[in-house]
């Protein structure tokens, strides 16, 4: 059977909203740690400020927005009974925000104790997260591409973690019997690849026509897409039963498939986008269109990077990848869908408490309409500023300045929909009471 949104299912608010006004803070951490390295941080992937940066974003902005938006969607798309979501949020939401903390930290101040204590914190919290998540998509009788892909994307999360698990424990311990080259790159593969674009993948199959009102994924793209992605990972993943270097010939055929699948996925995006019944384009849209851009100058820039093995050569290349995937697909993908995420919310919770006498404000209400435009500019600027600054590092101060800023302005976006949900809350609260009086 197809999933049905099951809202009676949704956990307390308050489960969700930890981590959603959790998420930007950490992009403004990474946008202030980026102006402090400066070029510094643009002259390699390896430098102390591009990890520390990347996994500011990675393991606390993305990871915070993406764990609290599947406790919502688990719950509401796939009818899936969550144990006790309240408890799981109150116990991942801390350890995940420490974890991300000691980890930027050990990559900026270079302390190896730092590498194990968030390795241990990551496995307990998302360990945990995973036990309840997978136990829940496991159990429900809801059926359908979403749903599987969702459980792809859980299975993704997990290795991924195993993987980043053992990396920070070889940098911990000073193990140099890893071949840790290859697994970055592995671990890379299956975090934005297996997890976090199977995640984006599966939630578009939903959100892409009910918010955007586009046609629907053609149906053997659906079962094709995810399929694939995982077949090009795991293939990848592969290079790890061979020796350093032994690998190279095939491997730049199975980073060619993958480039295919992820090119194929946001060409078919853009095509349902062209297609849609509404033609007003809003915020969310709009963050999706350059979510979608960018994921296909990724695979083009693969591509250019695979003819001219010269350029692909240069430290420069993969910063350049770099910021096209984490701020140019995955942040825009977030901040569109928290702008439709948590209105809804806030609407829905406040219908729940009401009656037909106090109905709850309209979702437009909830985040204006200028104040989303404005942050959408400021990101998109920053995303500009930020390829800039990778052929050009001056430029690097300030293309963290401006994405500090853009992220400052989400989080003030989510604080004001928050105040406005808890406003209109006691507004309605009053009014039933006064009526029962």
Request: charged content about 10%; proline content about 6%; glycine content about 8%.
């Amino acid at each position: 059977m197809p999933p049905t949104l099951s809202f009676e299912q949704a956990p307390p608010i308050s489960v969700p909203y930890r981590f959603f006004l959790t998420a930007p803070l950490f992009g403004v951490l990474a946008g202030l740690v980026l102006a402090w390295y400066g070029p510094e941080a643009f002259s390699s992937r390896w430098s102390q400020g591009a990890l520390a940066m990347t996994h500011l974003l990675v393991v606390d902005f993305m990871l915070q927005a993406m764990v609290g938006s599947l406790l919502q969607i688990v719950a509401v798309v796939a009818g899936a009974n969550i144990w006790r979501p309240l408890l799981v949020a109150t116990v991942v939401h801390p350890l995940i925000t420490a974890g991300a903390v000691m980890l930027a930290s050990a990559f900026v101040f270079e302390q190896p104790f730092l590498f194990i204590m968030a390795a241990m914190v990551f496995a307990i919290a998302l360990g945990f997260f995973l036990a309840v998540m997978l136990a829940a998509l496991l159990r429900t009788p809801a059926q359908g591409m979403p749903i599987h892909v969702l459980r792809l994307a859980l299975l993704g999360l997990l290795i991924t973690v195993g993987l980043g698990f053992t990396l920070a424990m070889s940098l911990g311990l000073d193990d140099q019997s890893l071949p840790l080259g290859l697994l970055v790159n592995v671990h890379v593969a299956w975090g934005l690849g297996g997890w976090a674009l199977m995640l984006v993948i599966g939630v578009s199959y939903l959100v892409v026509p009910m918010f955007q009102l586009t046609p629907a994924y053609p149906l053997w793209l659906t079962r094709a897409l995810p399929l694939a992605l995982l077949a090009v990972i795991c293939l990848w993943s592969l290079q790890l039963g061979g020796r350093n270097g032994e690998a190279q010939s095939w491997q730049s055929w199975v980073g060619l498939a993958g480039m295919v699948v992820a090119a194929t996925y946001a060409a078919a995006t853009l095509w349902l986008q062209s297609r849609r019944r509404r033609r007003q384009t809003d915020v969310t849209f709009l963050f999706w269109r350059v979510a979608m851009g960018s994921l296909l100058a990724y695979a083009l820039s693969w591509l250019l990077f695979l003819a001219w093995p010269a350029l692909g050569a240069s430290p420069r290349s993969a910063l350049w990848l770099g910021v096209l995937a984490l701020p140019g697909l995955f942040i825009s993908v977030i901040t569109g869908m928290l702008y439709k995420i948590v209105p809804f919310l806030n609407w829905l919770h406040l219908q729940r408490i009401g009656d037909p006498r106090t109905p709850p404000p309209n979702m437009k209400q909830m985040i204006p309409e200028k104040a989303m435009r404005r942050q959408m500019q400021a990101h998109f600027a920053a995303l500009a500023l930020l390829l800039a600054a990778v052929l050009w590092p001056a430029l690097a101060p300030l293309a963290g300045l401006l994405f500090a800023a853009s992220c400052a302005l989400l989080e003030w976006n989510m604080v004001g929909a928050v105040r406005r949900y808890e406003t209109f809350r006691a507004r309605i609260l009053a009014a039933v009471a006064g009526r029962g009086s």
